[in-house]
């Protein structure tokens, strides 16, 4: 018999708000079974955890009662309408479930059905009656605080919040932080995404007091804009993310019709877009628990300058090539330092690090702290890592477990004291020093390269360059096809180019050239690669050797507009690519890199987010592994930086001002000391 549905949720009223997903009043498992070897069991139990805050009804058409309790023939024969709706039903049965629930006020469903026909038709239903969608192919969700259980599993509350595009990937980072006591503040497998986005759900943990890390898997980077802007926010309130992925869209291979589009993966915009948020992208799920147990444990490090403190020799150079392995350095200490290591260390201990403790720790636990805080009182260094047979000593030696962990207290307090994180390696993590570590704020791992990768990583969490300053573009008009509109374009904000003019035919072209300065490049302006069809000529050192090379050109390339320029040459000058692109998902990056025809050859590139500062933009330059080219290579003079990173930062404002350009390659840009000058330049917009 049809119950009447109670007043609390009447058609018309459904709940919109994502808080449906997190703390609902009544939920319904739709497809709900005692067989623990279905989904609707575990959604079924897991329910009934939360049976003390909330109304758990259960749905099963062939069942009367299920783990115990009634059960519904469908929606409308519950005793009320139930805020939240988990559908687990076979796929051909979702839509007349999903019409009755509607029909009956329901406000939230969650999808765990794989196979739906339509994802999107099934969502656009679901919405136009002001109600939400998270799947389909969920594998359910989880909310600490709310005792919410609707997935497979049993996760342990915890700090860690788990975003996951993978259902089942998510249920591993569930389960490798358990096994290291991290547990889950809350858990949502976005599924298929067909209403409810990985970018909602992520905003909607900026006031979820439990979560104090995030782990997010993603798989793609649709409106990746604002999800990073949302990434950036969440740091900024205190909760990092560490971000899994396999790679980005691959729309982006549409960019191969730039050098710049065959030197940039997808995945180099989504580092660019983690750098500029202050995300962390790692590259295993052991990685993600490795990490977000650091962020809940250390101070994040200011710079990348690590001392090393061990007691071995083999395991501390194997900690700095670790550290080098992973971007960090191991600056050496000054005489004055090294010189006071050693008056406390034995004879023959390294003292200017690494430093190797040389038996000094057998002598004098004590030892370890004593020359950690010296490290750190010196300054000029970001972080320690300790590695060695530290966190042993009380396993192997029992009487000495109580001076053991006296030290790692000691350690934890100099952390306290100066905000300089201390990460520890040893060949005991399970010890109860182990242990006493992280309770005082000192991650330790079994691992050399997970203790390295985690203090590399901390330090991803700031924001890698400096806000750009304002930068006024005011150009809005069409930017019309060939090299000479994209002269002018660019031209607009500051880029230089050489003297040149457009000629369509050979007395254009003599009168061109009578009133520039030879020697003279000739150009198939319309052409995007001249290069690899003989669109460019160089060294014409005449007005006769220019039109002798218009009228080859011509007779080969046919009308168009040709371009001839003055040809720079400058001693000395450095060859530079300064490109920009639009990812489709992420948004507008910057890259510089080594220039010229070989430029796919160097493959030297540096790519950011855009716009940059020029302070970023000064920085990509110096990451060039051509650098030194820049700065004066043995004897030659140093190109003009502050005018060559201008440029940089005005294409980034170019780029992220006008929507309308797809592309923009400056290659090369020959720079000296004298400034920059582009001698070839390509500007693409939609088509």
Known sequence: MTRHLSPTAERGHATTDLAVFSDPASVAVVGASDDPAKWGYWLATGALRGAHRRAVHFVNGRAVSVLGRPCATGISALPEVPELVALCVPAARVDAVVDEALECGVGGFLGITAGIADDAALAAKITAQGARLIGTNSLGIYDATSELQLMWGNPTPGPMAVVSQSGQLGSELSALGRRYGLGVSRFISVGNQSDVTATELLADLATHEATRVIALYLEGFADGEVLFETLAGLREAGKPTVLLTVGASNASSRLARTHTGSL???????????????????????????????????????????????????????????????????????????????????????????????????????????????????????????????????????????????????????????????????????????????QHGVPTYGRIEAAMRVVANLGSALPRHTPAELYAVTSTAPVEPGYWAARAVLSEVGVEFPAGAVVRTVDELVGAAEQLHAPFVLKAGWLEHKSEVGGVRTNLDTVQRAREAFEDMHARLGDGGYVIEEQDTRPGAVEVLIAARRDPALGAVVVVGAGGTETELHEDVRLERAPVSRATATAMLDGLRSAPLLHGWRGSAPVDMDKLADVVVAISALIAHRRDIDEIELNPVRATGAGPLAVDALVITHT
Do not use: K
């Open 264 to 438: 940039t993966s997808p995945l180099d915009a989504v580092d660019a877009a983690c750098r500029a948020a202050g995300v962390v992208r790692v590259n295993t799920p052991s990685d993600v628990v490795d990490v977000a147990r650091g962020f809940l444990a250390a101070p994040i490090p200011r710079g990348r300058r690590v001392a090393i403190v061990g007691d071995s020799g083999g395991q501390s150079g194997i900690a700095a090539d670790v550290a080098a392995a992973a971007g960090l350095t191991v600056p050496q200490f000054s005489d004055a330092v090294s010189a006071d290591l050693a008056a406390q260390l034995p004879a023959g201990a390294a003292c200017t690090n690494p430093v190797d403790l040389a038996g000094a720790g057998e002598r004098d636990l004590q030892a370890y702290a004593t020359v950690v805080e010296q490290a750190i009182a010196a300054g000029g260094v970001d972080a320690v890592v300790m590695t060695g047979y530290f966190g042993c000593y009380g396993e192997d030696t029992p009487t000495l477990a109580e001076a053991e962990v006296s030290v790692a207290e000691r350690l934890g307090a100099v952390v306290s004291a100066t905000g300089i994180p201390v990460v520890v390696h040893t060949m005991a993590p399970e010890s109860a020093t182990s242990h006493s570590l992280w």
